[in-house]
């Protein structure tokens, strides 16, 4: 893990290895007075200057001394890293979107909804997320038809219309919204959840009539 030759550690201090002495101090005050501890995450060196990002476990050994056990997480936080700027980029374009983006869960539940959407609704993304999405922002005229809809999406079987339009109610009273959606599926081909991008079309709308 470390690239050292057997023998080439032996005797030498911890410093050598752990990159920033003060977790090194603060790790052992924090044991001192407990027998064990386990997955500590922390960097040590590698021979040739290196980071690796380690969890550390210690026990008791053989007198005053203490075993120390590493597990290497270095691909997994370096895989972390990428997930996490991957998200942000992610949530960069759909806040940068000028029409609505929204996800519904299978269970009827919004998962994602950009900051457009959260607009057009009159709500904060985090007022969004998390609620149903047909008993909360449908009319009951309208309600159950549409779930049902959704519903026979999650089937995965074609479906010939991909656009909808219908109103969504808001703290300021009903909008209409108007748009496609797409199935999401995932890696047996299931569907799991239904990407809707629409427009706001009220005012397009009150102008035809």
């Known amino acids: ?15 050598r290895i752990w990159k920033d002495t003060n977790e090194m101090d603060a790790f052992f005050f924090a044991i001192a007075d407990v027998p064990s501890a386990s997955d500590v995450e922390t960097r040590f060196l590698r021979k040739n200057g290196e980071e690796v990002v380690v969890l550390l476990s210690v026990g008791s050994g053989y007198g005053q001394s203490v075993v120390l056990t590493l597990t290497d997480i270095t691909a997994r936080k370096i ?12 949530q960069t374009y759909l806040n940068t979107a000028g029409v609505m983006l929204f996800v519904i869960q299978a269970n009827h539940t919004v998962a994602l909804a950009n900051r457009r959407a959260a607009e057009v609704l009159g709500k904060t993304e985090p007022m969004i997320t998390g609620q149903n999405w ?35 109610l808001t703290p300021g009273g009903e909008r209409i919204i108007a748009g496609h959606f797409t199935a999401l599926r995932d890696d047996n081909a299931l569907v799991t959840a239904v990407l809707y991008s629409a427009d706001d079309v009220t005012e397009a709308r009150r102008m035809q009539e």
């Open 134 to 168: 047909f008993s909360t922002f449908l009319s009951e005229e309208i309600r159950d038809e549409e779930s049902r809809r959704f519903n026979q999406i999650l089937t995965g079987k074609p479906v010939l219309n991909d656009s909808f339009e219908y109103p969504v």
């Open 1 to 15: 893990m470390l690239v050292y030759g057997p023998g080439e550690l032996q005797e030498a201090p911890l410093a």
């Open 79 to 90: 895989a972390e890293k990428e997930r996490e700027e991957e998200r942000l980029r992610s």
